[in-house]
């Protein structure tokens, strides 16, 4: 799977329509209308995010890795 950093991350969310809903320390928080589910991103200066994370917020986010690029 590629790495991507919590920025990065946090503009494929924003180009799929998710929407910042508040900032809390380092976590952005993402929610979609229509949807119950709440994104916490970790944005850690240009860091990638684990593999774990990353694969975990994708999988609530219903993204693919095409999403990715």
């Known amino acids: 799977m590629k790495s991507v950093s ?9 180009r799929d329509g998710w929407t ?19 994104l916490s991103v970790p944005v850690h200066s240009n860091r990638d995010l684990p593999q774990g994370t990353l694969r975990s ?8 890795e095409e999403d990715l690029d």
Do not use: N, P, Q, W
């Open 57 to 64: 917020l994708m999988r609530d986010a219903a993204l693919t």
């Open 20 to 38: 910042l809903k508040r900032v809390k320390g380092s976590h952005h928080i993402y929610g979609k209308t229509g949807e119950e589910v709440i």
């Open 6 to 14: 919590g920025k990065a991350f946090c503009k494929i969310l924003e």
